[in-house]
């Protein structure tokens, strides 16, 4: 079974600028989340997606980041413009029914820098 | 918001000797999971639990549910090089909040041989 794919795995931007990171997550899981990860804490949860429907986007800044599901496969995180606060790792992660509604296999995330 | 506390916040230890980190939260749970991350990688899951005093082994991982449903441990025995790398626990709440799940701030392992 192929894992999460995410790209790119790094990026470089200045602030300002914009940015957008693709997600396919295992075959089958219906429910994708984004999550953001600073350095040195816990991820945290930006969106949920449920097939090609958001279920929770409250923690999404919505001002600059947007995120899409148009299908029901794939995803992309979008920031536009970035601010140096959003120098984090973005990791998809999805999750079905059969393997534990709470159990979430992550990808190997996308490294964004902002300078 | 709910909040995890994880600690210790790191650990440097022997190969060999046991490691014992934990997660406490104000809050109730109905599911805690302990994910180890690799630089570079995204988190892996390592133990799920799923009930309240639940007690759960994988090799030589150990985890608990704590009673309370605030809290839950990981233990690791007769450590070795290749489990240098941040444990997280990870909790969700159950009912409209399925799939969500709240991350401590993780506890950096690292094991010298």
């Known amino acids: 079974e192929a894992g999460v794919a995410q790209s790119p795995r790094y990026k470089i931007i200045e602030k300002r600028q914009s940015v957008a990171f693709w997600c396919n997550p295992i075959?089958?899981?219906?429910?994708l989340y984004w999550y953001q990860q600073i350095l040195g804490q816990g991820p945290k949860l930006l969106i949920q997606?449920?097939?090609?429907?958001?279920?929770?986007d409250s923690q999404l800044p919505k001002d600059r980041f947007s995120a899409e599901r148009l299908k029901g496969v794939d995803s992309t995180l979008k920031i536009q413009p970035a601010k140096l606060e959003d120098s984090a790792v973005y990791l998809c992660?999805?999750?079905?029914?059969?393997?534990?509604?709470?159990?979430?296999?992550f990808g190997a995330g996308s490294r964004l820098t902002v300078l | 918001g709910q909040q995890l506390n994880q600690s210790p916040q790191s650990m440097f230890i022997q190969e060999g000797e046991d490691v014992s980190m934990n997660c406490t939260s104000s809050?109730?749970?109905?599911?805690w999971l302990w994910y180890k991350q690799d630089p570079g990688e995204g988190p892996v899951l390592l133990i799920a639990?799923?009930?309240?005093?639940e007690l759960t082994s994988n090799g030589r991982l150990t985890a608990q549910f704590g009673i309370t449903r605030k809290d839950s441990f990981l233990n690791i025995s007769a450590s070795i090089p290749s489990d240098v790398g941040i444990y997280f626990c990870?909790?969700?709440?159950?009912?409209?909040?399925?799939?969500?799940?709240?991350f401590g701030q993780g506890t950096i392992l690292t094991v010298h041989p």
């Open positions: 992660a999805g999750s079905n029914k059969s393997s534990g509604a709470n159990v979430l296999t």
């Open positions: 997606f449920q097939n090609n429907g958001v279920v929770d």
């Open positions: 639990l799923y009930k309240a005093g």
């Open positions: 990870a909790a969700n709440a159950g009912g409209t909040s399925y799939g969500k799940l709240t």
């Open positions: 809050s109730i749970f109905n599911t």
């Open positions: 075959s089958g899981h219906a429910t």
